[in-house]
Every structure is written in C-alpha cells, then in structure tokens.
C-alpha cells in the first residue's frame, strides 16, 4: 500500500499551493497567441492554459509524472507572456515554479555543467585556460563532433572566443558604503562585465554611486529548474552579501536575476538601472551615432524588469541613433536561462525564427540587455554570416556619453 503524505507535510502544502494557482485560471485561452511554444507546436499541451491543466491534474494526484507530462512543462520559457494578457491574473510564473519543485530536476538537466557556469571563478579559469590553447581554432572542430542535442555542445558555441573583461570595480569613493549595489552574477559577471562597468560609469555621470556585490549565482536557474534546497542557499548568499553591503537599492543590468532577487529579498527594492537612468537622463548628453540598430527586448525586461520603456528614453537620447524594435510577442529567443542547454534544438528553432524577425531591418548592431539571450542570439548571427555588433544597450550608452 502507497503511504499518503501528512496533512500538513511540506509536499501536500505544495500540492494545495498550486491547486490554489491553478484554480485562478478560467481558462480562456487568451494566453495562447503570445506563447512562444504553443507558437511553436501548436499543441495545447505546450500553452500557459494546458501546463496549467497538467500542474493541477499532478498536483490532485489524477495524473502521474511521466516523461511526457513533465517534458511539456519542461519546455515552458518562463517568459511570462501570458500573465501579461491574462484576465483572471493567473500567478503562472510562481505556479510553474512550485511545480517544478514539487517534481524535482528534470533527469535531462545537465548539473556538472550547470554546476561549472555558475562559479564565476571557475569559468574565468577556464577562459583563460581556452585562450593558452587557442581555443578559437578548435572550437568549431569540436562542436562538430559533439552530438546536436548536446548541452556541451550548446555551451561551447556560446563561449565567446575573445577574453573576458576584467571583473567590475566601483571607483574609489564608492567602495564603502553606498545607496546602489550592483550584483554581478555568474555569467553576466564574466561575460557581460563591460556592460556592468558601463552601467557604473552612466550612474555615477547622473550622480550616483555604486558598490559592487561579490560576484556568484543568484540560482535563477536551479529556481526555474526545480532545484529548490540549491535555490534556497543561493537565496540565503544573496540576502548576506546585501545585509553586508549596507545599500538601500539593489540593481542588475541581467533582467534574468531580478526577479529570483526580488524573491530573495521581499521589500528590498531591486530594480534594473535603466530605470534610474532614464528618471536622472537630463544629467547625461551622448555623442552622435550614425547607424541602425536591432533592439532585441528580451522576456524578462518587459515582464519582469519592466525597463523597456526607460531603455527606449534612453536610446532616444542618442542624436542619429536609429532604433528598430524587433517584433513580439510571441517571439522569444529561446535561450530562457538553461532552456538552451536542455532543449538545444527548439532553442535554435526559436532563435533563428528571431532574427528572421531581425533580418529585413538591416541593422548594423544587435542590442539585447541579458546576457543568455545575447551569447545565443550570437550564435546564430555568426552562423548566419551576419555583420552584426551584438551587445548590451548600457555599453553603447557608455561609449557615446560625453564627458562632463
């Protein structure tokens, strides 16, 4: 006889929580044309309305997990379209979430890998290591050897060749206390330190100063993974390393960490810079640039960060500057944190069909504000054989800011 979990047990707590969720959807299907994989497949099964479905069937026990139910949620972006356009303001992400910790770590996860990026220390090393040997020249041997669903496969191709940028630093006046606190990250702190210098640069010409968190993984990914007890310490590293800073405002130029910080932090205000850019702009003047852009307006800026509209202020900014914004929803890049280590292939699938979406403007740059977004996106321009600078807005803010 199978043993019934206690009343009050932590998985029956979690079972009711998501009935809880679930039950808020009236299922109305509004959510079906801004989803990106239902875009992709045309199945219920892999809409916000059927993932719904399916959490609540698991969750009352009327269904068991099987690869194919927990597979259809597997898939799920995270990118939060829906709840944007739904009428019953179904809470989907925190649903998702509790579901996936109910369930566990998808068996496909790739953990040692997952494990290596989110160690900052670790992956400057191994950059390091790629440039003694000469890590561009074999770099397509080797991704041609390794099997297309590979999720070394996948990180080896979004390994960008060239060094990284040395780790950010706040000036000297900001080292001790201050009113902003950048968190670095995992990958965004290797690979995206130059936006994060850029963003210290902006903020400090508009009058702010800024100290610097130590760098490590937030565990947006173990969260969204079904990785809770590794989620939870890495909660419990960002709420020191913020007690410790003695700031009042958190910020982090990868939408992809805010929303996992806020959840670390209730009541802290953590918010993207560009917002407090875009309300102290008057202070800052840039120089002309005379090209076109593709800006690529990743999920996680316009459903959680919210900044879309302060990066738009602030790109506008810039004299001669011409601004095309890719097309959406229900595109989205596919790169939704380790979606494009576990599903390489739909993520590619998604990433070509945006910047299919990219291509007729002609652009000179890409620009994408998170850091896996833009390391997959790159992928596929360099495939492509596309003549397009990628980087993040805040780097070409800094670049074409003038002195004071």
């Known amino acids: 006889m ?3 979990p ?13 009935v809880e969720l679930a039950d808020q959807c009236v299922q109305c299907g509004l959510c079906l044309p801004v989803c990106p994989t239902y875009a992709l497949d045309r199945n219920e099964a892999e809409s916000p309305r059927g993932r719904i479905a399916i959490a609540a069937a698991l969750a009352r026990r009327q269904a068991s997990p099987s690869t194919t139910l927990r597979e259809h949620l597997d898939h799920c972006l995270g990118c939060l379209n829906c709840e944007k356009v739904c009428p019953a303001n179904v809470q989907y992400g925190e649903l998702l979430i509790e579901t996936r910790a109910l369930l566990g770590p998808a068996p496909q996860r790739p953990r040692q890998l997952l494990n290596l990026i989110s160690r900052p220390a670790s992956m400057r090393r191994l950059r390091r290591v790629g440039g003694w040997l000469a890590f561009a020249r074999w770099k397509n041997w080797l991704t041609d050897v390794l099997p297309t669903r590979s999720a070394w496969r996948t990180a080896l191709l979004t390994m960008p060749s060239s060094a990284p940028a040395a780790p950010v630093r706040a000036s000297r006046e900001a080292r001790g206390k201050s009113p902003l606190a950048l968190f670095p990250g995992c990958v965004a702190s290797v690979d995206d330190a130059q936006a994060q210098q850029a963003a210290i640069t902006l903020l400090e010409a508009a009058g702010f100063q800024v100290s ?11 969260l969204h993974g079904g990785a809770a007890d590794s989620a939870e310490q890495a909660a419990q590293r960002v709420r020191q390393a913020w007690t410790a800073s003695g700031a009042t405002q958190l910020i982090s130029v990868t939408p992809g960490c805010l929303g996992t910080l806020r959840r670390a932090l209730p009541g802290v205000s953590v918010i993207d810079p560009l917002e407090l850019l875009a309300t102290h702009a008057d202070r800052l003047r840039f120089r002309p640039l005379a090209q076109r852009i593709a800006l690529h307006l990743p999920c996680t800026q316009i459903n959680v960060a919210r900044s879309d509209g302060a990066l738009w202020q602030l790109l506008r900014r810039v004299p001669e500057l011409e601004v095309m914004l890719l097309p959406r929803p229900p595109y989205c890049c596919g790169a939704a944190g380790s979606h494009l280590l576990e599903f390489p292939e739909r993520a590619a699938q998604l990433r ?3 910047l299919r979406q990219a291509a007729p403007l002609e652009p000179q740059r890409l620009l994408s504000s998170n850091i896996g977004c833009r390391l997959h996106l790159a992928v596929g321009i360099d495939a492509q054989g596309l003549n397009w600078l990628h980087q993040h807005p805040l780097t070409l803010l800094a670049q074409q800011l003038e002195p004071h």
Not at 6 to 15: G, H, M, N, Y
Not at 212 to 222: E, Y
């Open 352 to 354: 070509d069909d945006t």
């Open 212 to 222: 610097v968190l130590p760098a490590f993984c937030c565990g947006a990914m173990d």
């Open 6 to 18: 206690l009343e009050k047990s932590p998985v029956s707590l979690a079972s009711g929580r998501i």
């Open 2 to 4: 199978t043993s019934m």
